[in-house]
């Protein structure tokens, strides 16, 4: 059957794949994307992270045909989305920022409507919409207006209407921005159990939890250009400076000045790269080390040390470098 | 109906083993495929709302056929034969103008404010095939609204001009008349920007009402020359004098084939700058 194995997309070949992509805008001075190179993998959760106006949506929008690419090449699951627009969006589905429910049908409807335009056949159709609306907790709601259902409702709905042609890449765009922690929780859960499937997923954020949460890898955005791109680990042990031990100390009897003993104990140590007093309530002190690397591994150092000056640890805080730390080191910024 | 299933779309059912790949199967869908299944879901939703939606459409005809057509004729201000001269009028009015209003004003208001249309760009057909989806779903509406006003004009006038042999030719004007208001709805959503669509469709809707020859044949309009010409601007006039040619042959009028090129004219024209506008709105 050579019509079936036409166009065929072999498992290695990459779900997502951005080469020299530039978007343009006329009226504006600096390119919305800028030369954005990157490929996601097969079931693979990826991440854009970036501020607002960093240009991820611009290259959501490229990719998912809605935006004309000013030169670049996009490919979503085998499909070229600038030769061939229709094919790529058989194979992707949109989780879009804003609510775009269809207004004049029930939650059902707008289920069962969308995996119409897509071609999926009437039975079919009817068993996906009753099994995604059981999964994302609608089945109450299924047979209501879409304009009676709640913020977080909607959303979980867009994205059980987007499963439902069961695309190959997901994108989402800003997941839970503007959702209550319940919501942002259960949508979160969601993406998890699409990895478990083997859906690809792309998602925009500005929320560096959500990109450590949940994404296998992450892209840093800004300004139209891709920063860099790895696993949060790496990205995270790349460019931060390591991170903090912050240790509450009991003094040992008739000793005045505990913290700067504890501070001269813990200089000593390898790894250790300075020490600050923090304000604590007497007759406790609170010490902060600045440590290299992960700080989770000085942890006994750090105890031993304390121990020597007869002092006893009432209290441990470690200070991981997150994705905050990354988005500063490579921009000079913070990210909200 | 059962057509648009895909044995490719059911291969997977863990989702660890995706589909073959479903890409035959859903070429062999085909891009109107998706099309149809969009004016199936505006059929859909105009069918539950049927009353309301005819309610909507046929108010204002139904009035000016009432006002002109009877009110006046009973008060002695009009000559005989007037209602019959205005019924086919009103016909193409109404098709004419349904068409475009139900092009119209749902674009606007999809585009800048429900963003419902989103999920229908991501269909996979071309762009091009939902805006021409707009032009057939519209008409297919304004062909409703026309056909309903037969039994309302004879409910109304008690008597209208009907000649069984025009058949053809009247559905061919109401189809054309339908079509080309429904394309001219097309660049009119697409390409006025939200903030002025209210005092556009003021600027646009009630000129073209009243310049369309519905309210009398175009040939009379010789006494009025300057007004004769602004009028053979307005596709309107074409459905109208079209019309009543075909129902009352003896009124002088425009002749059949120069209404039915002109309509066509006109929808090639209003067609293609409606894509250009749907096109420039769909995509970025």
Redesign the interface.
Known sequence: ?P???????TSTAPAVEVVDLVKRYPKRGSNAVDGVSFAVRRGEVFGLLGPNGAGKT?TV?VL?????ATSGRAVVAGADVAAD???A??????V?Q????????TARQNLL??A???????G?RVRRADDLLERFGLGERADSKVDEVSGGQAQRLMIA?ALM??P?VLFLDEPSTGLDPQARLFVWERVRDLRE???TVLLTTHDMDEAQELCDRVGIVDHGRLLDLDTPAALVARHSDGGTVEVVVTPPEGVDDVAGAVRQALERVDGVRGTDEMPAERPAARVRATVAGDPAALLAPVAEAVASTGAVVTDVRLGRPDLEDVFISLTGRELR | ??S???DG??A?E???Q???????A?RS?G?L??AL??L??DL??TWRELPAFLAQVLLQPVFLLFVFGQVLGSLGFLQEGYAALLFPGIVALTAFLTALQNTALPLVIDFSF???I??????????TAVALEKIVFSSLRALVASAAMFPLGVWILGDIPWRTEALGWVVLFVVLGSLTGAAAGLPLGTLVPPSKINIVFALVLTPLLFTGASQYPWASLDVLRWFQVVTAFNPLTYVSEGLRGSLLPSTPHIPAWVCALALVGFLALFTATGLKGFLRR???
């Open positions: 059957m019509a079936a194995t036409m166009g065929r997309v611009t929008g998912t045909t809605r935006v004309r627009p229709p094919a969006r058989a194979r992707l589905a949109v879009p804003r609510p775009n429910l269809d207004q004049s049908l409507f969308h119409a335009y897509h071609g999926v056949g009437k079919e209407r042609h069961d190959q499937r083997g859906t | 109906m059962s648009t299933t895909s779309l059911r997977d863990g989702g660890a995706r589909r073959p790949d479903g890409d035959g859903r869908v891009h495929a998706p299944a969009i199936r879901r859909f939703v429900s963003k419902e989103e999920d229908r760009l991501l269909a996979p057909t071309p762009t769909a995509l970025d």
